[in-house]
């Protein structure tokens, strides 16, 4: 079983390619002449084209010939997995009735590789077309993780290499690519810029082809690449193709017909199905005995693309007429909303596995202060337990800021588009997020709560898992505030976890309101600290009602108004229920702050764009109707 659910089953029952019989429902089979196209001798290799759209078989050139599927390789090295081949002329590698499958829990299993055969020999180029969504990336995974493990040690530079050789060699892969003016350019990534996308493309072939392997899969090579660039790549790796005898499979989506030109053969699929599998040369003649002559001066692998590709045989009626109106705020805040939470629900780094985290962290808490008792030394503990859950289960969702920063990615594209307001996006992303850290803050608190043994009654830990939800929307709240100024998700995270950290340090629990400094830290720091608000509620929910005894022998027992008043200094001019609708309130004014950034983000960006684009050093000056010079 590979990743992703993917299922890979390869039939080797036979070496050879069955030969030619009669056609059944399901398919079709045929030839395709092997001839070389620099003028060497033809040979005709059996090649089986399991899907049917209406064509029949090219016809044989010449019977009788084995091709690379069939027959003994003398003095090679066989892989019995799926065929590949080497010797001290190359590698050549087969698959035969190649299926891939993919398990989804809604669909069940289906297909994507039906039954593929074939073959890609040393010192030629095949190429896999096809549609999008046809197979092509998945046939070079299928074949790649087999000859990953078998040919690793052959893909490595040999310890005898020298350094000064080992640094040739690179220059030289360098060169080949056309890379040495970018040679010094940092790659870049997050907030660097470094190279473009095409450079980085041919990068990544650069280490592949930097140790000289035998057998070269490339997926997808000229993505990002104009049409000059892509056509020097690919006449490079087949200048090496044929130099060093290697093998290469490359997909390919929209090959320029010189590109299209240099590969040797041509595999063609459709819904993961071989439509032709052969010499590229013969893949005209093919297509046009079937009655899909390619037209004159047309790009013949956009023909055969066009001509294989099933997404648009439907055809679509009615009006589509866009009048420019848009959906109403409450449509587009229940789209965006539903399409908010399955995403949540598909993201297993989302909430997921934040709840894995919380239960196991809860338990933790459970056991460390298991059955706690009301002994003098509990009124520490309990305070210890219940600041825990307010400021490091609370300081967990930061885990969260790299899909917030995604979802303002989005954003940022569908705003500029038109396709919804600002408003609309928050109240989308927020409601959808409620019912994950409800479940969040009910089952992992319910672990805590009730295995340390704090107040039993429902009010109670209706009560704690209440300020510990409201708790976990604030500090989500605040990182949607920092993902809208730092788009960057590692600077956003020390962001974030900085200014949490602030907030915890004079919460009024690791220093005490009265001790903090006044001039800052009391006013106004302690009062913007949703932490004091958490502590205090925490604080006020478990302690009013509870007795404990005094340390001192014959002294009477302290009350926990008493304790909260003097031993943790809780302001008790007021209900536990004023700490909760503070923590609510300031849940808003996040959201409101988070709206009210996005649209000044919005109106400055034009202004700063602006700016930058005058050139105060450089004035300009413009005369009317010049006279001429004499």
């Known amino acids: 079983m590979c990743p992703g659910g993917l299922r890979i089953r390869v039939r080797q029952s036979q070496r050879r390619l069955p030969e030619e019989a009669d056609s059944d429902d399901d398919g079709m089979r045929g030839s395709v002449s092997e001839g070389d196209d620099d003028g060497g001798s033809a040979r005709s290799h059996p090649v089986v084209f399991p899907f049917s759209i209406g064509f029949a078989a090219a016809p044989n050139t010449r019977d ?15 892989d019995p997995c799926t065929g590949a081949h080497a010797d001290e002329k190359g590698m050549l590698l087969t698959w035969k009735d190649l299926w891939v499958t993919a398990t989804d829990r809604s669909k069940g299993t289906h297909p994507i590789l039906q039954g593929l055969t074939g073959y890609a020999e040393p010192g030629r180029m095949l190429a896999i077309m096809g549609p999008s969504g046809s197979g092509k990336s998945t046939l070079l995974d299928a074949l790649g993780v087999r000859e990953a493990v078998y040919y690793s040690a052959q893909l490595q530079l040999p310890e005898s290499m020298s350094k000064s050789e080992k640094k040739e060699r690179a220059e030289a892969t360098i060169r080949e690519m056309g890379l040495q003016d970018a040679r010094d350019t940092r790659i870049g990534g997050g907030s660097t810029k470094g190279l473009s996308g095409g450079q980085k493309r041919r990068v990544s072939i650069c280490i592949e082809i930097l140790t000289r392997p035998k057998l070269l899969f490339l997926d997808e090579p000229t993505s990002g690449l ?20 290697r093998t290469v499979m490359a997909s390919i989506h929209q090959p320029s017909s010189e590109v299209f030109e240099l590969f040797h053969n041509l595999c063609l699929l459709s819904s993961g199905k071989t439509v032709y599998f052969g010499l590229r040369s013969g893949a005209e003649q093919f297509f046009a005995s079937n009655g899909y002559p390619c037209p004159t001066l047309r790009n ?29 705020f409450i449509t587009q805040s229940l789209v965006l909303t539903k399409r908010s939470f399955v995403n949540m629900y598909r993201d297993l780094g989302y909430y997921w596995l934040r709840l894995a985290v919380y239960v196991a962290l809860c338990l933790c808490v459970g056991t460390i202060f298991y059955d706690i008792g009301s002994t003098y030394g509990s009124i520490q503990a309990r305070g210890s337990m219940l600041m825990f859950v307010a400021a490091f289960l609370t300081f967990m969702a930061i885990g969260g800021f790299p899909s917030f920063v995604e979802d303002m990615k989005v954003f940022g594209r569908e705003r500029l588009n038109g396709h919804y307001g600002v408003a609309a996006f928050v109240v989308g992303n927020t409601f959808s997020s409620i019912p994950y850290l409800l479940i969040i803050s009910l089952i992992p608190g319910a672990i805590a709560y009730y295995l340390v043994g704090l107040q039993k009654s429902f009010e109670h830990f209706g009560y704690f898992a209440s300020v510990l939800f409201a708790c976990m929307l604030l500090v989500e709240s605040l990182m949607m505030i920092v993902a809208s100024i730092v788009p960057d998700f590692l600077m956003g995270i020390i962001t974030g976890a900085g200014i949490q950290g602030v ?53 009477p027992p302290i009350g926990g108004e008493e304790i909260l008043r003097n031993y943790w200094q809780v302001e008790m001019g007021y209900s536990k229920w004023v700490d909760l609708a503070i923590l609510l309130g300031m849940v808003v004014v996040y959201r409101l702050m988070f709206l009210g950034i996005i649209k000044a983000v919005e109106k400055m960006k034009p202004l700063v764009k602006n700016f930058r684009a005058k050139s105060p050093n450089r004035p300009i000056n413009v005369l009317e109707n010049p006279s001429p010079t004499p």
């Open 64 to 78: 009788g010939d084995s091709g690379p599927l069939s027959g003994a390789h003398g003095g090679s090295r066989s």
């Open 226 to 245: 104009d049409s000059a660039t892509s056509y020097h790549v690919m006449n490079r790796i087949a200048k090496l193709a044929r130099h060093d005898r």
């Open 300 to 328: 013949p692998s956009d023909h055969y693309l066009r001509t294989i590709n099933k997404d648009f045989d439907a055809n679509v009626g009615g009006n589509l007429e866009r009048n420019g109106s848009q959906a109403s």
């Open 503 to 555: 907030m915890m340090l004079n919460g009024g629990f690791f220093r005490l309101p009265d001790d903090l400094p006044k001039p800052f830290w009391r006013y106004p720091m302690y009062y913007i600290s949703f932490h004091k608000y958490a502590n205090q509620g925490f604080f006020k929910n478990e302690f009013e009602g509870l007795i404990f005894p005094n340390q001192m022998g014959g002294s």
